[in-house]
């Protein structure tokens, strides 16, 4: 007898157990595949693939879904709200629901930031989006600092946010400016050149004498690297960039194929 109760008994726990796994897969599973289609989309577009709003379409009940949901998902509630910007950016892009998308983005970025807010990714996001939505303000800036503050040496982090504050330079507060050189000239330290070199010549054209000047306590080798390879490509850094360099030329030529005038009073002259 008792080793049949003990027999029984284990078979009762074996039940148990057996149930319980079948209720945690029941509700476990189908979130782990919706986080595993949600994070496909994250990754593709962190990568900068282009997404079309037609790839994307199956993905809305699992947005919504998303978002209905109450408790922190820090995984899922991170991929919705990167999903949630490249629709608003297709948005702007066509001209089409323009407000819908942002006032979703919106909500997605401040519910993962919410739940997970040391995110600089997310914070950088949230500045770029109020700005379209409200303009600059001191506030706005406020979520550039947290995005510096949380994340200074994340290098897919560095070149997005560079580009976007050195777009805007000349408005940002002095501690921005210096946040936007300082970043600069970590790059150029940690010898991410082609970074730096697409940001020297794309919005940091305009500002480079600064960038320069905050090179000052680079290693000189890093400096004349980056100085040869500017130059390689065509980029004087004293001087003029390629683009600025053709429209001198082209005024140049403009002036040598003008037809000698000679002065009023010497075609006056008999």
């Known amino acids: 007898m008792p080793g049949r109760a003990a027999a029984w008994l284990a078979r009762g726990v074996l039940a148990a157990v057996a149930c319980s796994s079948v209720a945690w897969g029941t509700t476990t599973l189908p979130a782990l ?10 990754d593709l577009i962190l990568r900068n693939v ?30 919705v709200a990167v999903i949630r910007l490249r629709l608003a950016e297709n948005a702007l892009a066509s001209g089409a629901q323009v407000d819908a998308r942002m006032g979703e983005l919106d909500e997605a970025v401040r ?43 994340e290098g897919w982090i ?7 504050a050195l777009a805007m330079f000349d408005a940002l507060p002095s501690d921005l400016s210096s946040d936007v050189v300082a ?4 790059l150029v330290k940690t010898e991410l050149y082609t970074e730096a070199i697409d940001l020297l010549k ?17 290693p000189q080798r890093n400096v004349d690297i980056l100085t040869r390879t500017m130059a390689d490509i065509g980029y004087d850094l004293d001087s003029r960039s390629p683009a600025e360099r053709r429209i001198w ?22």
């Open 33 to 42: 595949v919706d986080q595993t289609r949600l994070d496909g989309a994250k």
């Open 50 to 79: 282009p997404v079309s709003d037609a790839e994307l379409d199956d993905l809305g009940p699992l947005l919504s879904r998303a978002m209905a949901e109450k408790d922190c998902m820090p995984a899922i509630d991170r991929s």
């Open 111 to 153: 519910k993962s930031l919410g739940c997970a807010p040391a995110d600089p990714y997310l914070w950088l996001v949230l500045f770029w989006l109020r700005n379209i939505r409200q303009g600059l303000s001191d506030a706005n800036f406020d979520l550039l600092r947290m995005s510096y503050r949380l994340g200074p040496n």
């Open 158 to 164: 560095v070149v997005k946010r560079s580009a976007m």
């Open 183 to 186: 970043e600069f000239a970590r």
């Open 202 to 218: 794309g919005p940091g054209w305009a500002h480079r004498d600064k960038l320069l000047a905050g090179l000052a306590a680079v």
């Open 249 to 270: 030329q082209h005024k140049s030529n403009d002036r040598l194929d003008e037809p000698a005038r000679m002065p009023p009073e010497a075609s006056a002259r008999p």
